[in-house]
């Protein structure tokens, strides 16, 4: 699989919900650079487990819509909207941010990742 189409299937299998998926696509000593609304964060691949596992217990349903998706040798940059539906309210989609994402894969999984994003 091409680190291009490794991360399209991560980000249509909703595996950013579940933490036993999210382990199939990153590697075990991943590094993620976040500068998010809450300023510059650093997280290794357990930090992206606990989130996944939050995102699970707080949205009945996400997706990610992408718009922009580029890949140059083993680098993925993908622009993306992600959409949740909150358990209290399922029958409506609300916006929950916007993304940019640069991935760098290694050996089928994401081992390096650069992330900005800006609340929707």
């Not at 997280?43 to 009945?60: F, P, T, V």
């Amino acid at each position: 699989m091409s680190p291009k189409e490794l991360v399209k299937e991560y980000y249509a299998t909703e595996a950013f919900r579940s933490p036993e998926a999210t382990k199939r696509f990153f590697d075990e000593n991943l590094e993620l650079k976040w500068h998010s609304s809450k300023g510059y964060l650093e997280l290794d691949r357990n930090d992206i487990l606990a989130l996944a596992e939050e995102m699970h217990k707080s949205y009945l349903s996400s997706r990610a819509h992408i718009s922009h998706i580029f890949a140059e040798g083993n680098m993925v940059t993908v622009r993306y909207t992600q959409y949740v539906n909150t358990i209290e309210n399922p029958a409506e989609e609300m916006l929950l941010a916007h993304f940019v994402a640069i991935w760098e894969v290694k050996g089928n999984r994401i081992y390096k990742g650069y992330l900005m994003s800006q609340l929707g």
